[in-house]
């Protein structure tokens, strides 16, 4: 089975904060994906890597950027965490050239004070 | 880009009864569609896709067919139970590219 494993569950921040959010795949997937889960909104794209050191701004990019320096771990970061970036944030990695499966981790719900 | 359109936003069904959600999607080059389901307090799972070269798929209680003439795809599922209650997502290629599309989900609720 595949395996997504986020970092952490929950987290609490404070506002200005850095944060780095951490998410590692275990199938040796090339594609990983971060997103943002809002009730109303479904999931929206912020950050997607193709490959090692690779990466393409998703649809809300704006205050997020991340960094892949190794195939199975995929971060995102928060240069200075705002309330507005209050939510929940799943990873997801697939394997395909292509639309294929995408595979998630359980989520960390962040709330920024 | 592609854009997925997903209705209800909630269902509420009792037990046994079948449950329907729709979706439209805008990019007529789309060929994959999948749903995922996602349980409280765990990320989504894909439950079953549908690729553009057929019209209907079927695993056990679930289906998934595709109207590719109206740019719609739906999920059936049948005799539902109550842990069939969760939020679900149907999502569409963006063109030539790795990344999808999802709908906004549908909470269902299966009562007893």
């Known amino acids: 089975d595949v395996k997504v494993t986020q970092s952490s569950r929950y987290l609490v921040k404070r506002t200005g904060e850095k944060v780095f959010l951490e998410c590692v795949q275990d199938?040796?997937?090339?594609?990983m994906f971060w997103y943002r889960q809002d009730p109303g909104l479904g999931l929206r794209l912020i950050y997607f890597?193709?490959?090692?050191?690779?990466?393409e701004k998703g649809d809300i990019p704006e205050g997020y950027s991340v960094s892949r320096e190794k195939k199975e771990r995929f971060s995102l970061i928060l240069e200075s965490a705002s309330t507005n970036q209050t939510s929940m944030y799943l990873c997801?990695?697939?394997?395909?050239?292509?639309?294929?499966?995408?595979?998630f981790g359980a989520g960390t719900r962040l709330s920024v004070l | 880009g592609e854009n997925v359109e997903q209705h209800p936003s909630t269902l509420s069904v009792q037990e046994g009864d079948s449950a329907v959600i729709k979706c439209t999607y805008s990019?007529?080059?789309?060929?994959?569609f999948p749903w995922y389901k996602q349980e409280l307090g765990k990320g989504p799972q894909l439950i079953i896709d549908?690729?553009?070269?057929?019209g209907e798929k079927k695993d056990q209680r679930i289906a998934v067919t595709l109207n590719k003439t109206a740019k719609h795809f739906s999920l059936h599922i049948t005799e539902t139970q109550p842990e069939d209650s969760a939020v679900y997502f149907c999502?569409?290629?963006?063109?030539?590219?790795?990344?999808?599309?999802f709908g906004a989900g549908t909470t269902v609720t299966v009562r007893a």
């Open positions: 549908i690729r553009s070269n057929v």
């Open positions: 997801a990695s697939s394997l395909g050239q292509g639309a294929d499966i995408q595979y």
């Open positions: 990019d007529s080059a789309s060929n994959y």
């Open positions: 199938m040796d997937h090339e594609n």
């Open positions: 890597s193709y490959d090692v050191k690779m990466k």
């Open positions: 999502a569409a290629p963006r063109s030539n590219d790795y990344k999808l599309s």
